[in-house]
């Protein structure tokens, strides 16, 4: 397969953690960078089912966050229509500025302390068999939302004991003690998105460290050998295919079970410009380049998220260990 070396013209500098600095650094994108004409493979249905407007009232009385809502994912009609979602909880405030996420930045409210109940409540509502819990990054908190998280994982376990419970974190600064009372909880699936390449990084990924990513998840599986470690990668941001199979290579090499592979799309005009459409036949060809490198399940397309279809894997150790 003939790999692209991809000249990279971008001058976008490193985002910063207010809202101020990283509005001011989009603005030096290079916009001849941008890739606006969407192909054809990317296509999103609009919602007629009506199951997604009960989800969309049901999570509305809730008073709960998803990040389908917040980050604008392209799949939120599909996902809503099937009765799920991905709910992120700790605010919908993140302290980081992130030059590829819809999340808005600002300072944070406080922590409801209900929140976890209330998610709970939508999880046996919506008879979820497999939840994804999500949150924003809290640098304003100690443990970085370890203990909500932790909360809510037990309070879901509780309630159900047969529910597949998969987690999307933030990198908690690398505080370990942060990692065991989430792991604690035991779910099972962790993971911790790489987002990009390493090269890419400081460009892509406010405050967030490529190495620090993958010894997260690295140390995630130490703590826990039977927890199901994954992450995700976004294409389409100027990365070359050998600095992607070296990401690969990395995240193998820290223990990740689980790959996701997904385009980048621009959500407004001041975040990062798409530099590439990859299409359906190369991220089939990267999913089977994944498998050959030994992960044991590899989600590979245009519009692939971290939680989309997260059902589609089955993790299995927990059950059989009967833990």
Request: overall charge positive; some cysteine.
């Amino acid at each position: 397969m003939a790999l692209r070396n991809r000249k990279m013209r971008m001058h976008f500098p490193a985002a910063q953690a207010t809202l101020h600095n990283y509005a001011m650094s989009c603005s030096k994108i290079d916009p001849a960078l941008h890739q606006a004409k969407k192909p054809s493979w990317i296509k999103v249905r609009l919602p007629s089912n009506p199951v997604f407007f009960s989800t969309k009232a049901l999570i509305s009385d809730l008073r709960l966050h998803t990040v389908c809502e917040s980050a604008q994912c392209p799949n939120r009609w599909e996902c809503w229509s099937q009765g799920t979602a991905t709910f992120m909880i700790a605010g919908e405030r993140c302290t980081r500025a992130c030059g590829f996420c819809a999340v808005s930045t600002a300072k944070p409210f406080a922590l409801e302390p209900d929140e976890p109940e209330r998610v709970v409540e939508a999880v046996l509502r919506l008879k979820l068999r497999h939840v994804v819990i999500t949150a924003v990054a809290r640098d304003d908190l100690k443990d970085g939302g370890a203990n909500h998280f932790a909360q809510t994982i037990n309070g879901i376990r509780s309630a159900d004991p047969n529910i597949v419970i998969e987690v999307l974190v933030p990198d908690f600064n690398g505080r370990e003690e942060s990692l065991r009372q989430v792991l604690a909880a035991k779910p099972d699936i962790f993971n911790h998105n790489l987002e990009t390449v390493e090269r890419l990084t400081p460009f892509v990924r406010s405050r967030a460290k490529y190495r620090l990513s993958l010894s997260v998840l690295k140390r995630a599986k130490e703590i826990d050998p039977e927890v199901v470690t994954k992450s995700g990668i976004m294409l389409g941001l100027g990365e070359s295919e050998p600095e992607l199979f070296q990401a690969m290579d990395d995240l193998r090499e820290s223990g990740v079970q689980v790959l996701t592979l997904g385009q980048y799309l621009r959500p407004t005009p001041q975040h990062l410009p798409v530099v590439e459409y990859i299409s359906p036949e190369t991220f089939e060809t990267y999913r089977e380049i994944g498998l050959s490198k030994g992960f044991e399940y590899v989600a590979s397309g245009p519009l692939v998220r971290s939680s989309y279809h997260a059902a589609d894997y089955h993790p299995t150790a927990r059950r059989q260990s009967g833990t």
